[in-house]
């Protein structure tokens, strides 16, 4: 692998609530080389969206290391790290609130342009051309964002995130809140731009088949925790860890004739206020015994680059 | 194509949106009227030298209390002014100070308010002086800044000011405490965009239709209670005309003469009446939860 453009360390987050500690992030550590696709997936409260708002410093952490191009983001004093804001962008989930009301797209996307000086002396060219980047028209730039539809709205987002020229796109969910046909071409854009300018991407997502589709490397969360990391590939065809294969198992796959036993996890993710001993997954876990309950598993590696984090080799022990 | 069209019909025939404000705003006819009148009373208030009948401070002593006449449409009071053009020229004071107390107390409120809902750190400190001064009833503290201050117009527009700055911080707050969690205020973050800018383009702009609202109900509040302040003799000094001062130093023959009183608090009425009228017609509009029912 060549030197990796954003690594994260034992990263962790915690609330402070009233009713106690949340521990949004525990103990997380991954890599992304330039120009990688990476995914980031897990169930609504696995801690996803955090960790990409940590690695954009737009909260703080409470533990571990967040390095880019070989700089420690997390020690940088709020004013020197402007010069990182634009080299990582963010394209959000809500593309009806990820824009300014009150803006023109023009102001919306010139402000990216000024806070970093950038293509002053041709800032209406370039808005212009960030726009049919992303497959809008020039004319659009004199528009409020609810002149436009959520997809065209998500390009806007998109557009603005490019202004900076970024080496690394943070992508929350950024189709979710988006028609399935809509979703596509979103996607499809992402991974031209991404081809094109040679991006990197952490691509948040709760939907496996985008995640496969998109991205080359990819860390399975639940409850703020890693559970498996490794190729796309490996991880989806041969998950090692419980929880893969019954989030993979829980996705719809349009395959008549595919195995029909579904493994179904019950219930719902714990409260990350008070996580389950040992496991964190071991209160859903099919395979849980006792020792699950008091030792947590760590991430123990199965082959070059893919990690799981059970007591248990599913595969030597054969399917259970 | 589909550009050209959509474009072109948005530049023809569609109303300006000052246009369409309005035409929203006067849906209700109680909003309506109530802009008509405060519109006339201001307009009298302008033109003050070119609409009364006589002078504001010409004494007749023997025309003194006279009840409304043909040549005192409204009476006149003790030293035979006219009430009518006394009302008419202290609508300049009355509304005067309301528009300075709006002024000042929404700027100072505002920078306050959008500090406190952005910069955690400032959070606890502005909002508990901003509730330590909002427990002492209104008045009691107007008179009392007043009090030290020293009666004069100047004065009570600040003391009115410090009294109602700390409801505009509360507004301005509690909506930016809202927009601020907003993803397009992350973005600007994302973005390195500067504190100051984030909270004068995205949000100031965007908890600018509850500031609206409640500068007009801080106008009204100030009109009466300047007219409250001067009645209790704390305000404007008695020589200049206000409501205030005029029912303060007409109160002694109101048994006799009520139109000395009676008048002046009307226009008290009206105006703090369709101020919060207007007020109200303005946060429903703009309150997009009530926008449909309307």
Not at chain 2, 17 to 35: C, E, M, S
Request: charge should be positive; include cysteine.
């Amino acid at each position: 692998m060549t030197k990796p453009l954003l690594v994260v360390s034992n990263l962790s987050k915690e609330f402070v609530t009233s009713k106690g500690r949340l521990r949004a992030v525990e103990d997380v550590s991954f890599e992304i080389a330039a120009g990688e696709a990476f995914g980031l997936v897990g169930e609504s409260g696995s801690g996803k969206s955090t960790i990409g708002r940590l690695v954009l410093r737009l909260i703080a952490s409470s533990g571990g290391q967040v390095r880019f191009d070989g700089q420690a983001i997390d020690a940088l004093p709020e004013r020197k790290l402007k010069p990182f804001r634009a080299q990582a962008q963010m394209v959000f989930q809500d593309p009806f609130a990820s824009l300014n009301p009150r803006l023109r797209v023009r102001d919306i996307i010139g402000e990216a342009l000024d806070t970093h000086a950038i293509a002053q002396d041709r800032r209406t060219e370039r808005i212009g051309e960030l726009l049919e980047m992303v497959g809008l028209q020039k004319a659009h730039a004199d528009r409020f964002p609810h002149e436009f539809s959520g997809g065209q709205r998500q390009r806007i987002g998109i557009a603005r995130a490019l202004a900076v020229e970024p080496k690394l796109i943070i992508a929350d969910e950024p189709v979710s809140a988006l028609d399935v046909s809509v979703q596509a071409q979103i996607i499809n854009l992402l991974q031209d731009l991404r081809a094109r300018f040679g991006l990197a991407l952490l691509f948040i997502s709760h939907d496996l088949d985008i995640v496969e589709l998109l991205c080359e490397r990819v860390a399975v969360l639940y409850l703020g925790r890693v559970m498996e990391i490794g190729p796309t590939e490996r991880v989806m065809r041969h998950p090692r860890h419980p929880y893969t294969r019954a989030l993979l198992a829980a996705s719809p796959k349009a395959d008549p004739d595919g195995p029909k036993a579904r493994r179904l996890i019950m219930g719902d993710i714990p409260s990350p206020l008070d996580p389950p001993s040992g496991c964190v997954f071991r209160t859903r876990c099919p395979q849980a015994q006792s020792l699950c309950a008091q030792e947590r598993p760590l991430l123990r590696q199965e082959q070059e680059g893919h990690q799981f984090a059970c007591h248990f080799d599913l595969a030597r022990e054969g399917e259970i | 194509m589909m550009d050209i069209v959509t474009m072109s019909r948005n530049s023809m025939s569609q109303p300006s949106p000052i246009h369409l404000f309005f035409k929203r705003l006067f849906r209700r006819k109680l909003v309506f009227i109530a802009t008509l009148v405060l519109g006339i009373i201001v307009l009298a208030a302008v033109l003050a030298p070119w609409v009364s009948p006589f002078k504001p401070d010409a004494i007749r002593m023997a025309r003194r209390l006279k009840p409304p006449n043909d040549i005192n449409w409204l009476g006149t009071d003790e030293f035979g002014r006219d009430i009518l053009s006394r009302m008419i020229f202290g609508g300049r004071a009355s509304l005067g100070i309301g528009a300075a107390v709006v002024l000042l107390s929404m700027s100072v409120g505002t920078v306050f308010g959008l500090l406190a809902g952005y910069v955690k750190g400032l959070d606890a400190l502005i909002m508990r002086l901003a509730d330590a001064m909002m427990a002492l009833p209104d008045i009691l503290l107007a008179i009392f800044l007043v009090a030290i201050l020293g009666p004069s117009s100047g004065n009570v527009v600040l003391a009115l000011s410090i009294v109602y700055a700390p409801r505009v911080v509360r507004v301005v707050r509690a909506s930016t405490l809202v927009v601020s969690e907003l993803p397009f205020v992350e973005a600007a973050r994302a973005l390195g965009v500067s504190t100051f800018r984030i909270l004068r383009v995205h949000v100031l702009l965007n908890v600018a239709s509850p500031i609206l609202v409640q500068a007009t109900f801080i106008f009204a509040y100030a009109v009466l209670a300047e007219a409250g302040l001067s009645f209790l003799g704390a305000g404007v000094p008695p020589e200049v005309p206000t409501w205030g001062t005029m029912i303060a130093s007409g109160q002694q023959y109101a048994d006799d003469s009520f139109w000395v009183v009676l008048f002046p608090g009307l226009a008290i009425v009206l105006a703090a009446l369709s101020l919060q009228l207007i007020g109200d017609g303005l946060r429903d509009m703009l309150d997009p939860k009530l926008r449909k029912a309307l």
